[in-house]
């Protein structure tokens, strides 16, 4: 099967069973997307397929025949993204093992919401569960985030 991954055609051979999570993982190495829980709550392992964000350990790897995937590995391509610089200016994280999928979960919420309101961050993060920080610096990061994105 192929996939774009990051801006990369990839020819892979997968089982057809197997998730689109461990192939980021385990055949491309881009262990920055995590596996935090087997029952689809954590959101660690979120990516963007074709622009929307999704767990990436919900949808089998065959499912993404043909996709674009961008993976955090993806987003810091040109150096850190504003959301990456965000999260690291208002300490949006502690060990950092939600933190990828917190960051791809918020490319999505500012493409939804530019200027976020406290209800919309929360809802729009409602599937990425942190068990250290509180939130609260995560939500600064995410305002943060907004302003950087336009050039405030
Ligand atoms: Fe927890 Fe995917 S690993 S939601
Ligand atoms: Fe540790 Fe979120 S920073 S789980």
Redesign the pocket.
């Known amino acids: 099967m192929k996939i774009t991954i990051n801006g990369t055609v990839q020819d892979l051979t997968v089982h057809d069973n197997t998730l689109l ?1 461990d192939v980021l993982r385990d055949q491309l190495h881009l262990t920055g997307t ?13 990516v963007q397929m074709n622009g929307t964000a999704i ?4 949808i089998l790897a065959v499912q993404a025949q043909d996709a674009e995937i961008t993976t955090i590995e993806g987003l810091a391509k040109n150096g850190l993204h504003p959301i990456q610089e965000a999260f690291s200016q208002e300490h949006g994280l502690q060990c950092g093992f939600c933190t990828p ?1 917190m960051i791809m979960s918020t490319v999505q919420l500012l493409k939804d919401f530019p200027n976020p309101t406290d209800d919309q961050i929360m809802a729009g993060l409602a ?1 990425n569960l942190c068990r250290c920080t509180g939130y609260v610096n995560i939500i600064a990061a995410v305002k943060s985030a907004a302003k950087k994105m336009q050039g405030q």
């Open positions: 999570v995590h596996v935090g829980c087997d029952t689809s709550q954590c959101g660690c392992c979120t767990k990436s350990c919900t999928g599937g």
